[in-house]
């Protein structure tokens, strides 16, 4: 069974500050994970995704973030926040192999003020 | 234009109605996802096609039924509506589809439907 588990259902950062939104996942078999933004009335989009490849892995917006297995972790990281950063940030895992069904997170809303 | 298309995008009905949710795409994908959000529980899978004589439950089908009518269109039915089904719901897709960037690994969401149900 698969699981997600984000730390945090609000997070608030300052204009130029770090952002950090944490991920901690659960896999019986190896994971691909996944990172998606959702603003205001609209629907999720695709921030980034591992797919056993590369550690660390680059998104769209500045983001990026690392897999760790030791730590079963996949944080979102972002070093300056910018006002546009504002939504709904969802982690989400699926196993390999194609059959992709995700298991979302309950999600992290991130407000960002001047 | 919109690759995830989803009608309508909002609608109130009563307890014991029958609705259908809509849900259209363009982009050549085989594969459809039902899902619906509730504030603090993310998104969860009622329904997913891998094709069209694909269909199968996801984690809380209870209460819902789907249609592939086509490969681009899965449609979300409530037979008879009641108020904890009240929730923004979303279609996605996935697939090789027509575009070198689309891949199984990753989800194409429409806008979604709030469905309010009174």
């Known amino acids: 069974a698969q699981s997600v588990t984000q730390l945090g259902s609000h997070v608030s950062v300052s204009e130029g500050a770090l952002v950090l939104l944490r991920c901690n996942y659960s896999s019986s078999v190896p994971p691909y994970l996944f990172w998606y933004v959702q603003y205001p009335n609209q629907g999720l989009q695709l921030l980034l995704k591992y797919t056993s490849a590369a550690t660390l892995v680059k998104g769209i917006n500045g983001f990026e973030a690392e897999f760790k297995k030791s730590e079963t972790s996949f944080h979102l990281t972002k070093p300056s926040a910018h006002m546009s950063d504002a939504a709904e940030y969802f982690c989400?895992?699926?196993?390999?192999?194609?059959?992709?069904?995700?298991?979302f997170g309950a999600g992290t809303r991130l407000a960002v003020h001047p | 234009d919109a690759d995830v298309t989803q009608t309508p995008r909002n609608r109130i009905t009563k307890t014991g109605k029958r609705i259908m949710l809509e849900c259209s795409q363009t982009?050549?994908?085989?594969?459809m996802y039902w899902y619906r959000q509730d504030p603090g529980l993310g998104l969860r899978l009622i329904y997913y096609?891998?094709?069209?004589?694909?269909?199968n439950k996801g984690e809380i089908s209870d209460g819902y039924s789907v249609s592939r009518q086509a490969q681009a269109k899965f449609s979300l039915s409530l037979e008879s509506a009641i108020p904890n089904q009240t929730a923004l719901y979303f279609c996605?897709?996935?697939?090789?589809?027509?575009?070198?960037?689309?891949?199984?690994?990753?989800?194409?969401f429409g806008p979604g439907t709030r469905l309010t149900v009174l």
């Open positions: 989400a895992v699926s196993g390999p192999g194609g059959y992709n069904k995700l298991i």
């Open positions: 982009k050549g994908h085989d594969r």
């Open positions: 096609s891998f094709d069209v004589k694909d269909i």
């Open positions: 996605a897709t996935s697939g090789p589809g027509t575009s070198a960037k689309s891949s199984y690994n990753e989800q194409f």
